[in-house]
């Protein structure tokens, strides 16, 4: 029973190297020659690596005597690597081994030339070396050439001679079983097998050089960028990015009653109580505003660089009330502003240009047209800075309910209509019996009437370095950097022109004078520079 469970797991254990895709049959030639007819199966399941499981089977008296006999079974399982290639050329074994015998009167290492007949089984594992050799041109057929050793136990019965002798007693022995085989192999085609390759060794390999890759272009040479700059418009251009109300005296309009001063962006109001022309900074949130108003017209005049040319005042009073009251009012509305700026910023009153708006008649009607629409469910301009006053911000839907659309196409057409101001106010007054004007004077004309308008005008030292920075950055555009530098040169005490001078002086071969304007540059924020710094670093 041990016998043939050692025989299964050997089987078992071979089987896989069999399994695979490309497989090769073998007869040892040498085995056969001792009547012991033999096949081997053999399987590749890698590039050089083959699993073989070869089995013997000998029935066969080996003379005359019938006493004289080597009846066997062996099984050897094997693996091989093969230094070039499956199935070709020079290859090393390992293997295990088993055989079950009946043999007597022979001269084997089992045993010695007795007399006595033995049958058992013995077990073992040795090495080999071998050589492949390739027969026909198909590449299908080999003659293998094997020699190696095992070393193997046994455990058997020793008989008496006689065909039926008698029992004479167990017995065990160690022995080196050598071996040799002379094979002829068939290879048969498998989806491993690799017909270019195979018995590649006969022949030396020739060296496959990757393909050759082409010479990497060369990286572009980096041109460094420049720009244009802006004016210096010192602290007065500073200050206008964040304060609208600043503006250049090329902008400068002189006011008339036409202008829609609600509709101008960032104009700063401030308020007066009703009928009165004090100007009050705890009221309403004039507080804010003159601080501003203030401070804008202190740093400018501090400045070196830019001055102010002009202080615009607009004193305007709502259409309530007679026109003659309502005119004084704007003018001591204006008249206090301007007051207000003189005593905490001192300035001479030339710098002045206080306006008297009268009744705000121009800014009443736009604001009845807006009214107009958005009761029509129209969208109104909101502009940038817009006082809330002259947003609507206030007239909800349900404060909008308390007004008509015929109402307010009423009050547009008595304005577009009547030219005497007093008269105009009177028909808008009896509207329906005074409803529409208790909507207006709730709703609308607490803001108009205590209104009053601000803007600056300034102006700044011409600018030359920046002109002649641009100038010179014009004509690098053209690529004349050789007119341009010697214009930078005379710049070169200004920050902005490091940069341009930089581009320039390496366009002239300068690299070392060039990279220390950059750094210079760089070293004060310039964005082109550092990147012109990165660029330009291994180069």
């Given at each position: 029973?041990?016998r043939k469970a ?5 089987i078992l254990?071979s089987?896989?190297f069999a399994?695979?895709?490309?497989w ?13 007819p033999n ?13 073989a ?9 080996t003379?005359?005597?019938s ?11 094997e693996?091989?690597?093969w230094?070039?290639?499956?199935y ?15 043999a007597?009167?022979l001269?084997?290492?089992?045993y010695g030339?007795d ?8 077990v073992?594992?040795g ?8 027969i026909g041109?198909?590449k299908h057929?080999?003659?293998?050439f ?16 006689e065909?039926c ?10 022995f ?7 094979s ?20 030396e390999?020739?060296?496959?050089l990757?393909p ?11 041109e ?17 990015k964040n304060?609208?109300i ?17 509709k ?5 109001y ?10 009050q900074p705890?009221?309403?949130?004039n ?9 804008i017209?202190?740093q400018?005049l ?8 002009k ?8 259409i ?5 009251n309502?005119?004084?009012l ?16 001192p ?5 002045y240009e ?10 009443f009607?736009?604001q ?12 109104v ?19 909008l309910?308390?007004v ?9 057409r008595?304005?577009?209509?009547e030219s005497?101001?007093n008269?105009r106010?009177?028909?808008i ?8 004007w ?8 607490a803001d108009?009437r205590?209104?009053g ?7 700044y ?7 002649a ?5 014009a ?5 004349k950097f050789q ?7 005379t710049v070169?005490?200004?920050s902005?022109?490091?940069?341009a001078l ?8 300068q690299?070392?004078?060039?990279l220390a304007y950059?750094?210079?540059?760089a ?16 180069r």
């Amino acid at each position: 029973m041990l016998r043939k469970a050692f025989l299964f797991v050997i089987i078992l254990l071979s089987w896989p190297f069999a399994g695979r895709a490309q497989w090769s049959l073998k007869n040892n030639l040498l085995y056969d020659a001792a009547l012991t007819p033999n096949l081997g199966v053999e399987a590749r399941f890698a590039q050089k690596w083959t699993g073989a499981l070869n089995v013997g089977f000998s029935p066969f008296e080996t003379g005359t005597n019938s006493t004289r006999r080597w009846r066997h079974l062996l099984v050897m399982p094997e693996a091989r690597y093969w230094f070039c290639e499956a199935y070709s050329h020079h290859f090393l074994s390992a293997n295990a081994v088993y055989s079950h015998f009946n043999a007597s009167r022979l001269d084997l290492p089992i045993y010695g030339t007795d007399d006595y007949r033995y049958q058992g089984d013995f077990v073992g594992a040795g090495v080999s070396y071998g050589y492949a050799i390739p027969i026909g041109k198909n590449k299908h057929w080999n003659i293998e050439f094997e020699i190696g050793a095992d070393l193997c136990y046994a455990w058997y019965d020793k008989y008496n001679c006689e065909h039926c002798g008698g029992l004479i007693g167990p017995g065990h022995k160690w022995f080196v079983l050598p071996k040799a085989a002379v094979s002829l192999a068939w290879v048969l085609p498998g989806k491993h097998f690799n017909k270019e390759r195979a018995h590649a060794c006969d022949e030396e390999e020739p060296v496959v050089l990757p393909p050759a890759q082409p010479e990497p272009a060369p990286a572009p040479a980096y041109e460094p960028t420049f720009a244009f700059v802006e004016d210096n418009t010192g602290r007065a251009g500073e200050l206008q990015k964040n304060n609208p109300i600043l503006s250049h005296i090329s902008k400068y309009e002189p006011y008339d009653d036409t202008r829609i001063l609600r509709k101008e962006s960032n104009a700063l109001y401030v308020f007066f109580p009703v009928n009165q022309g004090e100007l009050q900074p705890a009221f309403r949130d004039n507080e804010g505003v003159l601080d501003r108003i203030v401070d804008i017209t202190r740093q400018v005049l501090a400045d070196t660089i830019s001055t102010v040319k002009k202080i615009q005042i607009i004193g305007l009073a709502s259409i309530e009330g007679s026109v003659d009251n309502n005119c004084k009012l704007g003018e001591e509305r204006g008249l206090a502003l301007k007051s207000y700026i003189q005593e905490h910023v001192p300035t001479p009153d030339s710098l002045y240009e206080v306006a008297n708006g009268c009744e705000a008649w121009s800014e009443f009607r736009d604001q009845i047209k807006d009214i107009s629409l958005m009761k029509a469910g129209q969208k109104v301009e909101v502009l940038p800075g817009m006082p809330a006053a002259a947003t609507n911000a206030a007239l909800t839907p349900e404060v909008l309910a308390g007004v008509s659309e015929e109402e307010l196409a009423e009050i547009l057409r008595i304005i577009d209509t009547e030219s005497n101001l007093n008269r105009r106010e009177q028909l808008i007054r009896q509207l329906h019996g005074g409803r529409t004007w208790n909507f207006l004077r709730q709703n609308i004309l607490a803001d108009q009437r205590n209104s009053g308008y601000l803007r600056i005008y300034f102006d700044y030292v011409p600018d030359a370095a920046a002109k002649a920075i641009n100038r010179a950055t014009a004509l690098m555009k053209e690529n004349k950097f050789q007119e341009a530098l010697p214009i930078l040169e005379t710049v070169k005490g200004d920050s902005r022109a490091w940069n341009a001078l930089g581009v320039a002086l390496y366009k002239a071969g300068q690299k070392e004078q060039a990279l220390a304007y950059f750094r210079r540059a760089a070293a004060e924020g310039n964005q082109q520079a550092k990147r012109n710094l990165e660029g330009l670093k291994d180069r």
